[in-house]
């Protein structure tokens, strides 16, 4: 029978650190075990900026999620994100001393050398992904392993940051012990459970909209063509609220997930929200076209960004499925419809699928990419011997993440 595999998804995020346990099969069925969460400090815009409180929540959220799953947690696989995340797409080739056949060798090499390409020194490649191959000019080569030829080349799609913001990160979890398997970018991770293969072939953009960070990824082609991260998310939209409204920012946070809507209009003129009293605050009338008009401005803010940036390396004819939004900011009202209008194109709220467990925890949105990272651990485990990819990002990148 085939053996199960118990993996941990870890995301450190601005507004919440959440932690997924689950049950992977060789069958490729996924099933929950258990969620943890606590509210995320110490964390602005996707990056530590206070590790001893990052520190703590990352302890919480484990412990809690150790707690539900009844079991031990050794290792995690960890998101990472922020601004300092870049990509670009590179071509490498590799000759053959003669016509021969193709070995891992080859395609291997062709990898190392489309990550030789320049990049900052302070930053470090996080990933390199294949998007096509060409044996002696041949395209639309799929796996190149076993044919003739004297060229092989590959076209990769490379994501790099700053590495002591990565170690730092890393770092918050080592701080407990704990083993990290592998850091995956937050959108390649969301991509892995809420992008089917028919729309990835079609074309698709994955927006995960989070607390700090709003992360993107594009495939046409089956392949990923551009990815990216924009500090824009939630937070922002609730501090916006803060200062237009002149509200305490617990109230504003509050009154944007009860009352606020991303569109305007569609209410009666001049209603108003009332806001009780409570501690420190005397309470006020709140003007409901107001809110909804801070709250579009913002939104809309985000949606034009990403479609200047997405529509400058993949042309709009080319996402025959439109644009699916995840993340726990998808969830306020009016966001799809924004993005519709934005993007001039279907849009999609999404939530993980394939997996099983509570509903309510693989449902949410804003565990896509807790979850993701579950997925896409599964996939690594199927392709690599039992080192994987934390031994190899150490000894690729020559690493040292100084723990």
């Not at 016509?99 to 050398?113: A, L, P, Q, R, W």
């Not at 060229?151 to 979890?173: F, P, S, W």
């Not at 990824?217 to 990923?224: E, L, M, N, R, T």
């Not at 008009?293 to 990403?306: G, H, S, T």
Request: charged share 25%; aromatic share 4%.
């Amino acid at each position: 029978m085939a053996k199960e595999k118990i993996h941990v998804g870890l995301e450190i995020g601005t507004t919440k650190v959440c932690a997924v346990v689950a049950e992977c099969g060789r069958d490729g069925e996924i099933r929950l075990l258990g969620v943890g969460e606590s509210p995320s400090r110490g964390v602005r815009k996707g990056e530590i900026v206070d590790f001893q409180n990052a520190s703590k929540c990352v302890h919480d959220a484990l412990a809690d999620a150790e707690e539900r799953s009844d079991q031990e947690i050794k290792s995690v696989w960890l998101a990472v994100t922020g601004s300092h995340l870049e990509s670009f797409n590179n071509r490498s080739s590799s000759s053959l001393a003669e016509e021969s056949e193709i070995t891992e060798k080859e395609i291997g090499d062709v990898e190392y050398k489309a990550k030789e390409i320049s990049i900052p020194k302070e930053n470090v490649i996080l990933h390199s992904i294949i998007q096509r191959y060409y044996v002696d000019g041949q395209e639309g080569v799929i796996d190149p392993l076993g044919m003739l030829g004297t060229k092989l080349e590959a076209d990769y799609h490379i994501i790099h940051g700053v590495m002591t913001r990565i170690q730092n990160t890393i770092r918050c979890v080592k701080e407990f012990d704990i083993d990290v398997d592998d850091v995956v970018v937050n959108s390649v991770a969301s991509a892995q459970v809420v992008l089917s293969d028919s729309q990835k072939q079609a074309g698709a953009v994955v927006i995960d909209i989070g607390g700090g960070v709003t992360d993107y990824i594009v495939y046409h082609d089956g392949v990923v063509r551009h990815s990216g991260a924009i500090a824009i998310g939630g937070d922002h939209i609730t501090n916006d609220l803060c200062i237009g409204l002149r509200i305490p920012i617990t109230r504003a946070e509050k009154l944007k997930i009860e009352e606020g809507s991303a569109m305007v209009g569609g209410h009666p003129p001049g209603e108003k929200i009332t806001l009780r009293n409570d501690t420190g605050f005397s309470g006020k009338e709140v003007d409901r076209e107001l809110l909804n008009m801070i709250i579009n401005a913002r939104v809309n803010e985000l949606f034009k960004i990403l479609k200047k940036r997405i529509h400058e390396v993949v042309p709009e004819h080319l996402l025959g499925s439109g644009v699916l939004l995840t993340g726990g900011c998808s969830m306020l009202r009016g966001v799809r419809e924004v993005a519709e209008m934005i993007f001039d194109s279907p849009v999609t709220l999404v939530h993980a699928h394939s997996v099983s467990g509570p509903t309510s925890a693989f449902e949410n949105p804003h565990l896509s990419t807790c979850i993701g990272l579950v997925k896409y651990a599964q996939a690594v485990n199927a392709d690599m011997p039992e080192e994987t990819i934390m031994s190899k990002f150490k000894k690729l990148l020559n690493f040292n993440l100084g723990l």
